[in-house]
C-alpha cells in the first residue's frame, strides 16, 4: 500500500487555508460531519500553519491527488510516496 505524505515548507506557508479547502478528502468529511479535527481531516491549519494528518489506524488518508499542491498560492506543498507496510 503507498502512503502519501505531505511535506509542508514552514518557510513560505502563510497558513491561508486554501489546501485544506479545496482537498475533496477534507470536503467530504465536512460535508458528512460539519466539522473538521485531527480525527477527520487529512491537512489542516494549525499556529498558523499548513500540517498534514496522517493516522495508519483509520482508512481515510492522503489520496497523492495533488489538488491542494495546485491551490497552494505558495508552492509550499510537496508529496512523497512511502511503501506502507
Ligand atoms: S495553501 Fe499553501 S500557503 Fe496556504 S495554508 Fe496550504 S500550504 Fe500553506
Ligand atoms: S493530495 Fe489530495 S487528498 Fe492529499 S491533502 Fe492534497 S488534496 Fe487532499
Redesign the pocket.
Known amino acids: 500500500m503507498q502512503i502519501y505524505e505531505l511535506k ?2 514552514r518557510n ?9 479547502v ?1 482537498c475533496p478528502i477534507n470536503f467530504n468529511q465536512l460535508r458528512k460531519q460539519s466539522y473538521l479535527n485531527e480525527e477527520n481531516a487529512v ?1 489542516l ?1 494549525k499556529n498558523g ?2 500540517v498534514p494528518v496522517y493516522n495508519k489506524e483509520r482508512n481515510i488518508n492522503c489520496d497523492g491527488c495533488g489538488i ?1 499542491i495546485e ?7 510537496r508529496i512523497e510516496v512511502m511503501e506502507g507496510v
Do not use: E, H, K, R
Not at 513560505?12 to 485544506?20: I, L, P, R
Open positions: 509542508i515548507n513560505t506557508c502563510t497558513g491561508c487555508n486554501a489546501c485544506v479545496s491537512i491549519v500553519i499548513a491542494c491551490n497552494c498560492p505558495q508552492q509550499s506543498i
